[in-house]
C-alpha cells in the first residue's frame, strides 16, 4: 500500500475530514416513529447503477435489494415505481437524481412510488429545473405506500414540489431531510401562482376522505432553507409528528399547514425569521396544532392552532435522543447535519459522515491509503464481437494499490495472464464456445476494490445462441370452432436468433405479415375444416418450432331460415339462459355445441323459463327450440 505524503496527512488532520467521520450524536441511524419497523432490502443482494435504464431495472426487480446509485442519472420524465417492497436505495457521494424539464407537465419529475411497502431511500440528492406552476410532478412522490423511510436526503427545485405523499400512506418516517430552492420561480404557470416553491403536500384534496387513519408520518431532523415558501408540510387528514426540525426561509409565508382534519404536533423544534409557524386551512374547523417546547426568533403569526388531540407518545415509543430546541439550527445545519451528508461505500452501506468527526492525530500508526485503480492497456477493446474459431485481440489491465486482481466471465478457451509483481494482467486466446459473455476485472486485498466490466461476444453463424420462438396467447394454439365467416383471434409469433420464420397449414383467407422479429397471423377463414398449422425458424443453429389448430365449422344457425317473433331469447349468458314463449303448445328446449353433442334438454309450455347453464363450459352453442309448428335455433355465447 502507499503511503500519502507527510504534507497531506498533516493537512488532512488540520482539515478534520475523514472517510468514516462520525454521524451526529443525535442521529439514530435507523427509522423512528411510525416508520420505525421499515427493513427495506436489508439481507438482499447488492448493486450498483449509473444510468436510468439500469436504476429502472434494478428498482422493477423481484425481492430484496439494495441499490447503490452512482454519478448524476438524468430523467427526461417521472418514473413510476409500481406494487414493489423490500428495496434500499443509497446514493454514493457526489450522485445525483436530476430533471431539466420545467416547462411540460408530463415530462417533469423524478420518482413516483405507487403501491409500495418496506423501502428505504437514504443520502439520494433530487435536482429539478425549479418551480413552475403547471399542475407538473414532484422530486419525489408515494402514493398508497407502507412503511417508507426517506434519510439523509436533499431536495431541490422541484417543479410542483419537492416531496409528497397522498392516497392513504401511511407508517412513514423522514429524517435528517433538507429541502430548499436553488433557482427563481417560472411565473404564468396555468396553476395562477408565480412563486410555487410549495415544497410538501401530505394528502390528496380535502375530499379524499380515504385518508383519514393514514398519513401517519415522523418528520424528525428536517431542515426547510432558504427559497421555500409554502407546505413545509401542508398536512390534510393525517397525524404527524415534526421533532427537531427547522424553518429558517427567509421568504417563508408559513411553514406548517394544517388542513382537513389534520393533527400536527410540533416538538423541540426552531423557527428563525420566519411568518406563521403554523397557518390555517381547515374549512371544517377539525384539525388541530400545537407547538410544544420549540425555540422562536424573530417570527410573527400564529404558533397554535386549536386543540391538537394527537400525542406521539401515545403512538410509539418516542425515546431517541433529542436536541435541545436552542441547539437545533446549529446541529442541522453542521456539516454531518441534514441532507446528503452520509459516507456510503458500496457493499457497506452507511459507514459514517462525509464531514466531521473526530480529528486525526498526526502520530496516530495507521496508514492513509490510496483506492485501488485499474487501467486498460494493449490495442484489443474490452468489448469484442468475433465468429466462433477466431482469436479475440489481445488486451489486459494494470493496476495499484491492491494485493492481487480476479477475472472472472470470460468464454472457455480464452487465457488469462497475472503477473502480481508488475500489477499486470493480460487476456488472449481464441474461444471454445459462442454466447455473450459479460467479464469482470475486480482487484483483490483492497479496502475499497476496483472494478472495471467487459463483453466478449462470439457468433456461430452469426448467432449467439439456440432459435427460438413465442406465442402472445397460448390460448391461440387452439381455435376451436370458428364460425365461417368470423375471424380468428389474431396472435403473433415472436422469434430470435435465425434468419427467418416460415408457417404452414393455416386456412385460406388467413394472412401473415412480418415486422423486424415478429410475425403478426389474422384475417377471416374462407372455407371450413380443421386445420393444422405449424411455424419453425430457418437458417439458425438449431430449429424451435410451435403447432397450433385452427377449426372453421359452418354456422348451424343459418341453415334455420325460420324465425318465429314470438320466442325471444338471452344471446350472451353467464349461469342463466332466459327465453320467453308466446304459445300454447308444449316446447322442448335442447342446448347443442357446435359438433353436435346436446349438453341440455328441456320441456316446456308457454311463459318465461330460465335454463341453468352454471355447468357449461365457456364458448359457442346452439340453442334449439322446437313447437308443434315450428324449429327455431339460435346461437348463444356462454362467458
Known amino acids: 500500500m502507499k503511503l500519502k505524503t507527510l504534507l497531506f496527512t498533516v493537512l488532512f488532520w488540520v482539515s478534520a475530514l475523514t472517510a468514516n467521520a462520525q454521524l451526529s450524536e443525535y442521529d439514530a441511524n435507523a427509522p423512528l416513529g411510525f416508520g420505525a419497523n421499515t427493513t427495506g432490502g436489508t439481507g438482499g443482494s447488492s448493486v450498483t447503477v449509473s444510468t436510468l435504464s439500469d436504476l429502472q431495472s434494478a428498482l422493477k426487480s423481484s425481492g430484496k435489494k439494495i441499490i447503490y446509485i452512482k454519478g448524476a442519472i438524468k430523467f427526461s420524465s417521472m418514473f413510476t415505481v409500481s406494487s414493489q417492497s423490500d428495496k434500499t ?15 411540460t407537465a408530463s415530462s417533469t419529475g423524478i420518482l413516483y412510488f405507487k403501491n409500495c411497502s418496506n423501502i428505504i431511500m437514504r443520502n439520494v440528492t433530487f435536482k429539478s429545473a425549479g418551480a413552475y406552476d403547471i399542475d407538473g410532478n414532484d422530486n419525489l412522490c408515494f402514493e ?16 410542483d414540489g419537492n ?32 412563486d410555487h416553491r410549495y415544497t410538501n403536500l401530505w394528502g390528496s384534496s380535502d375530499t379524499y376522505t380515504n385518508d383519514r387513519g393514514k398519513l401517519r408520518t415522523t418528520f ?13 408540510p401542508r398536512v390534510r387528514f393525517g397525524q404527524v409528528h415534526l421533532v427537531n426540525c427547522l424553518w429558517n426561509s427567509s421568504v417563508a409565508n408559513y411553514c406548517v399547514g394544517a388542513g382537513q382534519e389534520a393533527q400536527c404536533y410540533i416538538e423541540k423544534c426552531a423557527f428563525i425569521k420566519v411568518k406563521n409557524p403554523i397557518a390555517d386551512y381547515d374549512k371544517s374547523k377539525n384539525s388541530g396544532a400545537v407547538m410544544v417546547d420549540c425555540y422562536t ?16 407518545s401515545n403512538a410509539y415509543a418516542n425515546n431517541w435522543k433529542k436536541i435541545a430546541a436552542n441547539q437545533v439550527q446549529t446541529v442541522l445545519t453542521a456539516c454531518n447535519g441534514a441532507g446528503a451528508t452520509l459516507n456510503v461505500m458500496e457493499g457497506k452501506g452507511v459507514v459514517g459522515s462525509i464531514c466531521g468527526g473526530s480529528q486525526i492525530d498526526p502520530g496516530d500508526s495507521n496508514p492513509v491509503v490510496n483506492d485501488p485503480v485499474i487501467t486498460k492497456t494493449g490495442s484489443g477493446s474490452s468489448k469484442q464481437a468475433i465468429e466462433l474459431g477466431q482469436s479475440i485481440t489481445d488486451f489486459g489491465y494494470t493496476w495499484t494499490d491492491a494485493d492481487d486482481i480476479e477475472v472472472k466471465g470470460l468464454p472457455n478457451g480464452i487465457n488469462v495472464y ?43 453463424n452469426g448467432f449467439t445462441s439456440d432459435a427460438s420462438l413465442a406465442i402472445s396467447d397460448r ?16 396472435f403473433y409469433i415472436a422469434f430470435s436468433n435465425c434468419q427467418k420464420v416460415e408457417i404452414q397449414g393455416l386456412p385460406n383467407g388467413i394472412e401473415t405479415n412480418i415486422s423486424n422479429d415478429t410475425m403478426f397471423v389474422s384475417g377471416i377463414p374462407t372455407e371450413r375444416g380443421e386445420y393444422s398449422w405449424s411455424a419453425k425458424t430457418i437458417g439458425g443453429l438449431s430449429e424451435a418450432s410451435i403447432n397450433g389448430k385452427i377449426i372453421v365449422v359452418n354456422d348451424p344457425t343459418s341453415v334455420k331460415g325460420v324465425t318465429n317473433n314470438a320466442i325471444m331469447m338471452q344471446t350472451i349468458v353467464d349461469n342463466q339462459l332466459n327465453i320467453w314463449l308466446d304459445n300454447e303448445s308444449a316446447s322442448k328446449i335442447e342446448i347443442i355445441t357446435l359438433t353436435g353433442q346436446i349438453e341440455k334438454r328441456i320441456e316446456h309450455k308457454s311463459g318465461h323459463i330460465s335454463v341453468d347453464c352454471s355447468t357449461l363450459d365457456k364458448g359457442i352453442y346452439i340453442v334449439r327450440i322446437t313447437t308443434s309448428d315450428n324449429v327455431i335455433a339460435k346461437r348463444m355465447i356462454k362467458r
Not at 423 to 444: C, D, L, M, Y
Request: hydrophobic share 30%; with cysteine; glycine share 10%.
Open 297 to 312: 426568533q424573530n417570527i410573527s403569526g400564529s404558533t397554535s392552532l386549536r386543540n391538537c388531540s394527537f400525542n406521539p
Open 418 to 460: 497475472i503477473d502480481k509483481n508488475s500489477k499486470k494482467v493480460n487476456i488472449s486466446g481464441t474461444p471454445s464456445e459462442f454466447g455473450i459473455f459479460n467479464f469482470t476485472v475486480t482487484t483483490v486485498g483492497a479496502e475499497n476494490n476496483a472494478q472495471k466490466s467487459g463483453c466478449i461476444t462470439v457468433t456461430k
Open 89 to 103: 436505495i443509497l446514493g454514493l457521494p457526489g450522485s445525483y437524481l436530476y430533471s431539466e424539464q420545467r416547462t
Open 220 to 232: 424528525v431532523c428536517c431542515w426547510w432553507g432558504e427559497g421555500c415558501r409554502e407546505r413545509m
Open 163 to 194: 416531496f409528497d405523499c397522498k392516497k392513504q400512506s401511511d407508517n412513514i418516517c423522514v429524517s435528517w431531510c433538507k429541502f430548499h430552492y436553488l433557482k427563481s420561480p417560472m411565473s404564468g404557470g396555468s396553476g395562477g401562482s408565480n
Open 144 to 159: 398508497n405506500c407502507k412503511n417508507m423511510w426517506v434519510d439523509h436526503c436533499d431536495f431541490q427545485d422541484g417543479v
Open 475 to 490: 390460448n391461440a394454439l387452439l381455435q376451436d370452432s370458428i364460425i365461417l365467416g368470423d375471424a380468428i383471434t389474431p
